[in-house]
């Protein structure tokens, strides 16, 4: 790493979660946004493309051809950022670990250990299952130490740690039965990236609001393998995505069933033990449902949980800011661990 700010870069910054992730790292107090690159827009400065940074993004930092080769032979760079599809970013990882730098995957490629599973919700074969294999899973409230190590982050998709962050600790303390759950999730629509589809026109989603992806939406795998890992048992779930008039925020609702004994105190008690001291999650007092509203242009995630007597079951309600917590911005929080930077630094 350099002597001065650790150098970094982004891959693929046009979408949503790119320009997210090129404000927070061009703001970061600790980190120097040194490339973003980009085919189309080479030589572009890149507040040309992107006005609304001006006066944070230095005029002079322009977009740079996407070249896996290139950056992985630029000395200067210390940790890339990959915001790109599935299939397409696993070509820029094998050139930078190969390169040595840390990256960190925003997109589906490398967040399944399985690759049968892969192929099996991405209709299509891994495009390397060799660098699947030495990546690591992180959801830094929940993913235990020694994901360090890894040469490639795998950084979680947003409705998986709406589900995933709030569940994990129950399953691992034994407070659910790990059957019968239902996870109900309503995503704004920029978690459909920019694109240019009828179905997200303005006059399409305005006051609209519809499931889609029913019954295997493909983050259903990611979900299922980590709260298997969490229990120590399969479990498998049902998960019902729905697309909501707003721009951005999911809002997950989750029925669960109690495991013998477990009472609501009991839940909020493993909760504090677990995330209690976690500066990115928020408990909430059991009855007060988080809003996205709330956590809209942060990094937190809220939850809280209520018991139902009649059928047995704690519904638990979660939400954050898809394109923070559920992306760049829990990259950028893994990226402070990663190089031994404070957690919170150039975050809300």
């Known amino acids: 790493m350099n ?20 404000r927070l790292l061009a703001g970061h107090p600790l980190v120097q946004l040194a490339a973003v690159t980009s085919r189309s827009l080479a030589g572009t400065p890149v507040v040309e493309h992107m006005p609304k940074f001006r006066g944070l993004v230095s005029p ?22 990959l915001a790109l599809p599935h299939g397409v970013a696993a070509e820029y990882a094998e050139a930078l670990v190969a390169g040595g730098k840390k990256v960190i995957d925003l997109s589906a490629d490398f967040r399944l250990g399985s690759a049968k599973l892969y192929e099996e919700y991405y209709g299509k074969a891994h495009p390397n299952t060799d660098l699947l294999e030495k990546a690591a899973y992180v959801i830094p409230e929940i993913t235990p130490d020694g994901w360090q190590s890894a040469p490639l982050i795998a950084s979680p998709g947003c409705y998986p740690t709406s589900i995933i962050t709030p569940l994990a600790p129950l399953l691992k303390a034994g407070i659910l039965t790990g059957k019968g759950i239902v996870a109900n999730a309503l995503s704004g629509v920029s978690g ?9 026109l303005f006059a399409e989603r305005a006051e609209s609001a519809k499931a889609y992806g029913l019954p295997k939406h493909r983050h259903l795998s990611e979900i299922e393998e980590q709260l298997s890992t969490a229990q120590g048992d399969t479990v498998v779930i049902n998960f019902n995505p729905h697309l909501a008039p707003m721009r951005r925020g999911i809002a997950s609702t989750i029925v669960a069933p109690a495991a013998e004994g477990a009472t609501i105190e009991t839940l909020y008690q493993c909760w504090q033990e677990a995330l209690g001291n976690k500066p990115f999650v928020g408990i909430l007092k059991s009855g007060k449902t988080p ?10 995630i809220d939850m809280s949980a209520v018991y139902d007597i009649r059928t047995g079951n704690f519904v638990i309600t979660s939400a954050e800011d898809n394109l923070l917590k559920g992306a760049s911005g829990q990259a950028v929080q893994i990226m402070n661990l990663w190089l031994g930077l404070p957690e919170t630094a150039g975050l809300l």
């Open 291 to 300: 809003d996205t509203a709330h956590v809209t242009g942060t990094n937190r």
């Open 3 to 22: 002597s001065m700010k650790p150098q970094a870069a982004i891959v693929g910054a046009s979408g949503y979660s790119g320009e997210e992730l090129v």
């Open 60 to 81: 002079e930092l322009k977009f740079t051809a996407s070249d896996p080769a290139a950056l992985a032979a630029d000395d200067s760079l210390d940790i890339v950022f």
């Open 192 to 200: 459909a990236g920019k694109k240019v589809d009828e179905a997200y």
